[in-house]
């Protein structure tokens, strides 16, 4: 059985696509931008709940159309699944700061969520060593905090439309970053089969 060392399977975790979390991510809060204009707010905030609770659940339903794969079952044998799948529970342990700002006023809900599960994309950023990972976690902050502050009363829709641009952009920057990893690879396999 073969070991790679830490930086090889910090390398082959960073060549992956990396397309189908976020988009399932964009397509959510595309879907709760709209849920949070039309519905009641009772509605918008179970959506909230119920949306951003499936995103891992539709990206492993996109994976399989991107060429990814998705597992969480089986036990990762790369450390740094093991690592980004921490970052993903203390994402939803943070929730233990949503619950309460949403009981006393449930038009934080999209304010406190939108802006602890992008916590996440700080360790994918380190681990693939990519600007993108912080450029998403601050400026969802950043514009999450911008929304809440100025609108409140429109945190239901404004705050969700900020994240799937914020998501758009990450999704363009990744596939151009995976679409030069391609290249460079095929053209070291074509140079090293000459």
């Known amino acids: 059985m073969h070991t790679f060392t830490l930086e090889q399977q910090r390398k ?39 949306g ?25 044998k790369n450390v740094f699944d093991k690592l980004f799948l921490h970052g993903v529970a203390m994402s939803l342990l943070v929730y233990a700061i949503a619950i309460p700002y949403f009981l006393a006023d449930y038009r934080s809900l999209p304010f406190t969520v939108g802006v602890l599960s992008g916590l996440m994309w700080l360790p994918l950023g380190w681990i693939i060593q990519h600007w993108i990972g912080i450029f998403h976690a601050v400026v969802r902050t950043l ?37 030069r990893l391609s290249n460079t690879t095929s053209q070291f396999s074509s140079g090293v089969s000459k």
């Open 52 to 76: 951003t609770g499936s995103i891992v659940y539709l990206g492993m339903l996109i994976a399989r159309f991107t060429g990814e794969t998705i597992r969480f079952s089986q036990q990762p």
């Open 143 to 179: 514009l999450c905090t911008a929304c809440w502050v100025l609108f409140p009363e429109q945190s239901m829709v404004l705050i969700p439309i900020g994240i799937v641009l914020i998501y758009a952009l990450s999704i363009l920057v990744l596939e151009l970053r995976w679409h």
């Open 12 to 50: 082959i975790f960073s060549e992956r696509r990396f397309l189908a979390m976020p988009l399932s991510g964009l397509l959510v809060w595309l879907t709760l931008a709209f849920t949070g204009w039309l519905l009641s707010p009772y509605q918008a905030t179970l959506a909230i709940f119920i």
